[in-house]
């Protein structure tokens, strides 16, 4: 099979399965919600144990079935997906409150109005312009076209014309201030979470003994399964708040990733990994709740624009500026410590990121070379190679850990907020056409 075709038909596997699990996490969670709501809190984390649950799964499948087929890997993708559909024959679920009381479409965009529509349209103006554009690049070979200025203006095309869609279906409403900074945190949350899981593993590995990086992987998403069978202790027996849970897993995940730059022995990275995997456990579940909890009138399409938009970030913002930083630092700190090495291992591709400046990192195929060696028989130029790299992955955890520092200041905010508004409560509709208000509600029956 020719390269181009591959190419072809790999996109556009991944593109069908990134539509599944985007349905997925739209259904889902407005669902639970739905389902539970006065707990959602508690059911949401649990729904989403899911996810490290898969992790923990994935990494055992790819022990035993890592040198077989990779069509019988990703078949393993369809046992669950057969359970889920033989659960789900004959049930019916009920409405959410919104859908429930009649609102429309514009009603339940109120609050997400202007404010809201400007963070959609900005992410999808990055998805067209450093998503989709390098990859129609690769699909036609045509870098000037999806690479220069033409493009970048119909990226922003694009991205205008959500906005103005959503702010007319919204009648042009500013929105809900509470949920337009509720949708920036949660891009914060995308990148800290789900980003720093893509790289995390791999920079480990750099450090510390090649493959403790999976173990360490696979611990701390059996511990982030378990603890979220933990959220109604920790909100009714704890007395912790959703919004003060998340105070304190921010600063958790920001002292975790600070411990984890600094670790040189395996006990160290997993006591580290334990601190961060305590840290970023609920972020993810808990800011879906608090969104269901304050924003009713919303339905589904409010915690389905903040799961999109976590996922966006991961991709387009946590990932690729955690690759940028780590060429950054790494190439730097090679280029201080001796120009002539870095001259010779720098990388031929600048890496850029955003409105940020390229940079030269240390060339990928010559930094593997090296750490083929053994340590004790590298030469001297071999191991500052190597010390620079690791260096320049320190780094990058400790400007990593600023965003969930950043979020820590944002709940904190949050919390004060909530105080003077008599305490974090649950909001519901109270009739028709109706501005949202506390009001009690049974959890309704299922069928």
């Avoid at 997993?270 to 009138?297: I, N």
């Amino acid at each position: 099979m020719a390269p181009q075709t591959a190419f072809v038909y790999l996109w556009t596997g991944t593109f069908l399965f990134a539509i599944a699990n985007g349905t997925l996490e739209a259904v889902a969670n407005p669902l639970v919600a739905t389902l539970f709501p006065n707990n959602r809190t508690h059911y949401l984390n649990i729904l989403h144990a899911s996810w490290p649950a898969g992790m923990v799964l994935g990494g055992f499948v790819h022990t035993a079935l890592g040198s077989q087929s990779w069509k019988l890997q990703l078949g393993c993708f369809l046992i669950p997906a057969a359970i889920y559909g033989v659960l789900f024959l004959g049930q019916k679920f009920p409405k959410s409150e919104a859908s429930a009381k009649g609102l429309k479409l514009g009603e339940m965009l109120r609050d997400v109005g202007i404010l809201g529509a400007a963070v959609v349209g900005l992410f999808i103006f990055l998805f067209f312009k450093d998503g989709l554009g390098p990859l129609l690049a690769g699909f036609t070979g045509n870098e000037t076209f999806f690479g220069g200025q033409t493009w970048f203006y119909i990226s922003a095309a694009v991205g205008g014309a959500i906005l103005l869609m959503f702010g007319g279906a919204s009648r042009w409403t500013l929105g809900a201030p509470l949920l337009f900074v509720l949708f920036i945190t949660h891009v914060l949350v995308g990148a800290v979470e789900l980003g720093t899981d893509g790289w995390i593993q791999n920079i480990e590995d750099a450090i510390l003994a090649p493959g403790d990086g999976t173990k360490l992987f696979i611990f701390t998403s059996a511990l982030m399964f378990g603890l979220r069978f933990c959220g109604h202790f920790i909100e009714h027996k704890l007395g912790l708040k959703p919004v003060g849970i998340l105070v304190v897993c921010a600063i958790l995940a920001c002292i975790g990733l600070n411990m984890v730059s600094n670790v040189t022995s395996f006990a160290g990275a997993l006591l580290a990994l334990t601190v961060y995997a305590l840290g970023k456990t609920f972020f993810w579940p808990t800011m879906l709740a608090v969104t269901s909890d304050r924003f009713p009138r919303c339905g589904a399409v409010a915690i389905s624009i903040m799961g999109g938009l976590g996922m966006m970030s991961a991709g387009l913002v946590g990932s690729p500026g955690l690759g940028y930083a780590k060429d950054r630092f790494s190439g730097e700190t090679l280029q201080h410590a001796n120009p002539a090495i870095y001259a010779e291992y720098k990388a031929p591709t600048p890496s850029k990121w955003l409105i940020f400046s390229e940079v030269h990192g240390i060339d990928g195929q010559k930094l593997e070379a090296v750490n083929a060696i053994p340590a004790d028989k590298r030469t001297p130029d071999q191991q500052t190679v190597v010390s620079a790299y690791i260096s320049g992955n320190r780094e990058t955890l400790k400007v990593d850990s600023i965003i969930p520092a950043t979020m820590a200041g944002i709940y904190l905010l949050l919390l004060i907020y909530f105080k003077t508004q008599g305490g974090y409560k649950v909001v519901h509709i109270a009739s028709e056409g109706d501005s949202a208000k506390d009001a009690p509600r049974k959890e309704p029956q299922t069928a």
